[in-house]
């Protein structure tokens, strides 16, 4: 009979003590919460992330990942089913990342929301809501560290490709040229101030106060003269015309003269016609300094220029 009653209090012991520690791993496991089933869609690697996995919202732990598999429909897409508190804010403008444990390299679920727009999702056809899973800060680092390895890569297979035997012995050749350029330049810059030493005392002679005199003296008669040739042009020209008058005057003299006497044809007619011609010559002569002088004014400074060399003179071709 004793036996009996301890047998039944050892199984309702038992009994209570299993009991306590369901009660007790449900309150541990959160299961008195409400969870609301998402579906997270991701196109990228999912590294480190598992069932059972952590699913927070904005760094508070809101739930676990239950299931992971790829869309059969479109094996791009990596379907994640979470299980998040139904008090949890999942909106139109809600997001997940995938974030990382530290250095362990565990992943989770990371929910984040812009606060643009606040409107619930709508469930698919499958009856769930899908969160889109963006690309987090550190896949875009390792996305940019990834092509500047590979660019690094070329540009290291084009420095092999570049720096050739001959190419290396050519960039040799043109730096000890450069070494040679360099000693040549730092040799001509040592000569330098003395060189310029030298053409600063030839200018100062060409330029002295002689010189600058006697310069400034040939212009200022250069310009009279060049103020002066206007009126002589203008006398010259009134010359040659009075000479014209004169000698349509001899003619018309002459014409008169015909009907005279003898001896005023034979005395008085030559020497009239005489007159006429050099009178004729001596207007032709003015006309020609007149030209020459407008033609060449400094001529009444320097000279008539020499003629070239005839037969047997110095010079002639």
């Known amino acids: 009979m004793e036996n009996r009653s301890f047998a039944l209090a050892t199984g309702l012991f038992l009994l209570g003590l299993i009991i306590a520690?369901?009660?007790?791993?449900?309150?541990?496991?959160?299961?008195?919460?409400?969870?609301?089933?998402?579906?997270?869609?991701?196109?990228?690697?999912?590294?480190?992330?598992?069932?059972?996995?952590?699913?927070?919202?904005?760094?508070?732990?809101?739930?676990?990942?239950?299931?992971?598999?790829?869309?059969?429909?479109?094996?791009?897409?990596?379907?994640i089913d979470v299980e998040v508190d139904s008090d949890t804010?999942?909106?139109?403008?809600?997001?997940?990342?995938?974030?990382?444990e530290g250095i362990?390299?565990?992943?989770?679920?990371?929910?984040?929301?812009?606060?643009?727009?606040?409107?619930?999702?709508?469930?698919?056809?499958?009856?769930?809501?899908?969160?889109?899973?963006?690309?987090?800060?550190?896949?875009?680092?390792?996305?940019?560290?990834?092509?500047?390895?590979?660019?690094?890569?070329?540009?290291?297979?084009?420095?092999?490709?570049?720096?050739t035997t001959d190419n290396r012995r050519n960039v040799s050749t043109t730096l000890a040229s450069l070494e040679r350029a360099s000693a040549n330049l730092a040799q001509a810059s040592k000569q330098l101030p003395g060189a310029l030493a030298r053409a600063d005392r030839?200018?100062?002679s060409v330029f002295s106060e002689e010189n600058v005199r006697r310069t400034s003296e040939a212009l200022e008669r250069m310009n009279q003269a060049a103020r002066e040739l206007p009126q002589i042009a203008g006398e010259s020209r009134k010359l040659v015309e009075d000479a014209r008058q004169l000698v349509a005057q001899a003619v018309r003299l002459a014409g008169e003269a015909q009907g005279a006497t003898g001896s005023v044809r034979r005395e008085t007619l030559p020497r009239v016609n005489a007159l006429a011609e050099s009178v004729e010559r001596g207007a032709e002569r003015i006309g020609?300094?007149?030209?020459?002088?407008?033609?060449?004014?400094?001529?009444?400074?320097?000279?008539?220029?020499?003629?070239?060399?005839?037969?047997g003179e110095s010079g002639f071709e």
């Open 21 to 79: 520690a369901v009660a007790t791993g449900a309150w541990l496991s959160g299961s008195q919460k409400s969870r609301t089933m998402y579906r997270v869609v991701s196109t990228g690697s999912v590294t480190g992330l598992n069932p059972q996995g952590q699913v927070r919202y904005r760094g508070i732990s809101v739930g676990r990942v239950s299931r992971i598999e790829l869309d059969r429909g479109d094996l791009r897409r990596i379907l």
């Open 288 to 311: 020609r300094l007149a030209t020459e002088l407008e033609r060449r004014p400094d001529s009444v400074v320097w000279g008539r220029p020499g003629g070239r060399p005839g037969p």
């Open 104 to 163: 362990t390299g565990i992943a989770y679920v990371h929910l984040l929301d812009e606060g643009k727009d606040k409107a619930p999702r709508e469930a698919g056809s499958d009856g769930l809501i899908e969160i889109v899973m963006r690309s987090s800060a550190m896949d875009d680092i390792f996305e940019a560290a990834s092509g500047v390895a590979k660019e690094a890569k070329e540009i290291a297979a084009a420095l092999n490709a570049l720096l």
């Open 89 to 100: 804010p999942i909106t139109r403008s809600t997001y997940a990342q995938l974030g990382q």
């Open 202 to 204: 030839g200018l100062q």
